[in-house]
């Protein structure tokens, strides 16, 4: 296991370097020029030239590189154009917030996801498989962004039952587990949840019908075990990919959710996102893809992990 556990790391190490490249080269590759947005109409060539070399825009590229690199290792990831602010700052406080929500919708789309996908594969080609894989690829095809909308024109416009926007009465510095936050976190959540009970339940579906047709249920039912123990051990088989596709899913939540975030104004890392793409601010639009992407590597390591100690024939592989 210990074996197991250092040959992961160690692999992760080149995804990483990996990643941080071709996150430098696609902002980088963007056109557009990054300090329009706070220089002014009629600005000097010698304000250009100084802030050109504060922001570190007059080097090569790969001096670029090497120090963001340099910097984001001991955790500055520089600063804001457009606030002025520490980029580390404002990237972990939309991480947290993104973070709360998109856990949220996973356990949702992973429980609902889950019921639909035993039920569908224990009753095949019945009108619950039907009603089951039904619901499933509607949550994969409907756009999220127009479900969102939906949502917010029933239930806060139309029926007022819920808050269409924000997160929480008094904002996300605030946050508190109660219902007065928590009922406007529901919107976002279930509009999250949709695609990976979807994914979820297919997947799970495919799984418990394959698991099922094998020869070792046959024998376990033959030697008499109760449908209860039967369904143990399917279970059993079906955890570690279903809890790596759950994995995956928080993993895309949290990087994909910038449509959701925007409908909803909720302050996360997809409505920090969106906001520094139109501003053009480079150094949080770095930071911002960056810890997204290392968040998504670790918790790719972190799965494998779970997997191997719920199948141990993972890590003797």
Known sequence: MIAFLLRRIVYTLPIMAGVALVCFALVHLAPGDPLVSILPPDASAD?????????????????QFFTWVWRAVQGDLGTSIASN???ATEVMTAVVNTLRLAVVATLIGFFFGCLFGFVAGYFRNSWLDRGASLLSVLGVSVPHYWLGMVLVIVFAAQLNWLPATGAGPGGSDNWAWDWAHIQHMLLPAITMSVIPMGIVARTVRALVAEILAQEF?????????????????VVKNAAPTALAVMGLQLGYLLG???LIETVFAWPGTGFLLNSAIFQRDLPLLQGTILV????????????????????????RS
Do not use: W
């Open 85 to 87: 602010r520490p980029v």
């Open 217 to 233: 249920v046959v024998g376990l039912r033959a030697k008499g075990l109760t449908h209860l123990g039967v369904f143990r051990h």
């Open 47 to 63: 304000l250009q030239a100084q802030l050109r070399t504060l922001y570190g825009f007059d080097r090569s590229l790969p001096e």
């Open 256 to 258: 994909g959710s910038i």
């Open 292 to 315: 997204l992407a290392m968040f998504f590597v670790v918790l790719n390591v972190i799965v494998d992990i779970i997997q191997s100690l719920l199948d141990p024939r993972i890590a």
